[in-house]
Each structure stands twice: as C-alpha cells, then as structure tokens.
C-alpha cells in the first residue's frame, strides 16, 4: 500500500505492507482525510516526529474480529491507551502515560491507504452524515472540547482568538453555548464565513482600538487558536481579570510570556485537546454546524505533496485527501 512519510522536514512516498491486527482491532481503508496544522508542525518538527502522519478519517472497516462492524464506514479517536494505567482506569485514558496517539505518536496515520486501530476508538458514522462533513468529526471534537470542560456557559463573553481551521471550527460550534460569541482574525474571507453563520467576527487592530477605547469589554473566555508563538500574549490583553485562556495552539516553536499578567490578574490558563466523538457527531447529524465553506480544496491521494503544499499557505483552510 501507499503512505506519505515525514522525516526531517521532508514528505516520501513510500510502499509498506497494510497493518496486520489483533483481536481488539479493525483494519480500515481510508476514504478521505483531512490536513490539520498539527501535520504541519510535524513536517517542522514538533516532537521531532517521523513517520506516517494524519489523524482526520472516515473510513471503511474491512477486516475485523468483530463481524458487526465490517463494512461499516468509521470515524476513530485518536487516542491508543493501555487501559491498565492509573489514568486510564480513573478515566482520563487520553491522558494515558503509555497511549500512543495516531499519526502523532509511535502509530502510524491516516496519510496511508490503510490503518488499523482498536475496535474501541471507532464510531459508526449515519447514513444521513456525508464523507465530507465526516472527516471533520476529529477536529470538531477538538473544538467543542470547552463545551465539555464546563468553561463557557449562555451568559459567558466568549472570543475565538484565531481564523484558522481550528479557530473557525470552535467559532462556529461554540455559538451554541454562548450567545456573546466574538471571532478575532486576520483573514476577512474567513471572517465573512463566520458572519455568514451569525457570529460577530473583528480584525485584532480593530479590536485591539476599542479595547483601550473602552469601546468593548474584555473577554471571560478566550479561545487562544491562532497556532501562533504570539496568541497566548495577545490573549492576555483581552481577558477579563479571573478571566479564562483555553489554549488550543500546538507548535514547534517555544514561547515567550510574562507570568506576572497571569499572576496579579489571577488568570486561568487550561489546555485544551481532543473532545467528544459522540458529541461531534450529534452536530454533524443534525446539522448544527456548517462546514462547507471550510473546506479549500479536495485533492487526490496520489496529489497529496501539492495539498500539503496549498495547506502551508496563509489564509488557507481544510485540504482535504479523497483515496
């Protein structure tokens, strides 16, 4: 079979044997996936990774020890826990010590014609949900994960700090728990998609004038998306004192920040990683969420270099890979 790998900055084609699985796990033949940043950062060299990338799918199971989910189409969590650990049975099993995480860490990913991964991580997706609106079950989860942390609530002053796929994506499901909900980006076409689906959406020098005019409020919860080394210092010039930062950003580079602004404002910072499946799909289902306008473009597997290429652009949204 055919995969992409990453090693030192650079993409290979290359030809390996399709994974052979075990009794807990199910072989899956991709249809389609999705470019997130956090492939982008690993082609830079975020946790000096190599090997076979992505983590975004909808697939179809073809071989697997339980019968009831062959030719099932799938989406998988992308967790791989050990289930023994203190954390796994406490249940922060995607906090495992041991997990493995696919196409991050020490599990190959979804840039392949072929995975497996435990029976456990997969969920079936309906009829009623496209392939296209399926591979954004991943990075969905992800961007409703504060909705399940319980740190936004109807009354809560709520900015998305980022336009990027991550940003938009939590900007346009986040609605649905704040009804003060504000996209901050540099990218008026990206803006416009969120002011398509009722949201306010402002420019950073825009915003950054009516902060210091008084024009607008400071932020209870700021979602820091922007996949920049700068979000988390431009978001603690929006947040309220005993304000919330929910840090979304995963990158290569270190940051630099001034923890006495945390310190004498007695901001929380909480990270913020996968979400809920199950939830995901139930927006996808029914349609509470818009995800057309997102995605940039549909490339072939065998184009996959040229989309990884068009993904690395500025203003750029979700590339996705038909196999």
């Known amino acids: 079979m055919k995969a992409y790998l990453f090693k030192n900055g650079s993409i290979y084609e290359i030809e390996k044997e399709r994974p052979a699985i075990s009794e807990s796990e199910a072989l899956i033949k991709i249809k389609l996936s999705g470019i997130c940043n956090t492939d982008i950062e690993l082609l830079k060299g975020y946790y000096n990774f190599t090997g076979i990338p ?9 071989d697997s020890y339980d019968t009831k989910l062959l030719g099932k189409r799938v989406v998988g969590e992308i967790n791989i826990s050990c289930g023994k650990c203190d954390l796994c049975l406490s249940g922060s099993s995607k906090h495992c010590s041991n997990r493995k995480v696919l196409g991050i860490l020490g599990w ?11 029976v456990n991580n997969l969920h079936i997706v309906e009829d009623s949900i496209s392939d ?19 740190l936004i609530s109807q009354d809560s002053k709520v900015a998305v700090l980022g336009d990027g796929k991550l940003g938009l994506l939590s900007a346009i499901g986040l609605k649905c728990f704040s009804s003060d909900l504000t996209l901050v980006g540099k990218h008026e076409n990206k803006l416009n998609i ?14 950054e004038k009516q902060l210091k005019s ?3 409020e400071r932020f209870d919860v700021v979602i820091e998306a922007t996949g920049s080394e700068t979000g988390l210092n431009f978001a603690l010039n929006m947040v309220k004192p005993k304000g919330i930062i929910v840090l979304k950003t995963t990158i290569s580079k270190s940051i630099s920040v001034d923890i006495s602004r945390i310190t004498v404002n007695e901001i929380k910072i909480i990270g913020s990683r996968c979400g ?3 939830q995901a799909l139930y927006f996808l289902k029914n349609r509470l969420i818009d995800i057309k306008d997102m995605i940039s473009g549909v490339y072939s597997f065998d184009n996959f270099m040229e989309a990884m290429q068009n993904a690395q652009r500025k203003g750029s949204l979700k590339y996705i890979i038909k196999y």
């Open 108 to 118: 190959d990913g979804v840039f392949s014609e072929y995975i497996k991964l435990p």
């Open 214 to 216: 008084g024009g607008i």
């Open 194 to 207: 969120a002011k398509k689906q009722d949201i306010a959406a402002i420019l950073p020098d825009s915003l």
């Open 276 to 278: 809920n499946f199950k």
């Open 132 to 150: 296209e609106e399926a591979v954004f079950t991943e990075p969905l989860a992800a961007a409703l994960e504060p909705s399940q942390q319980f």
């Open 54 to 62: 992505g983590h975004e799918f909808v697939g179809i199971v073809e």
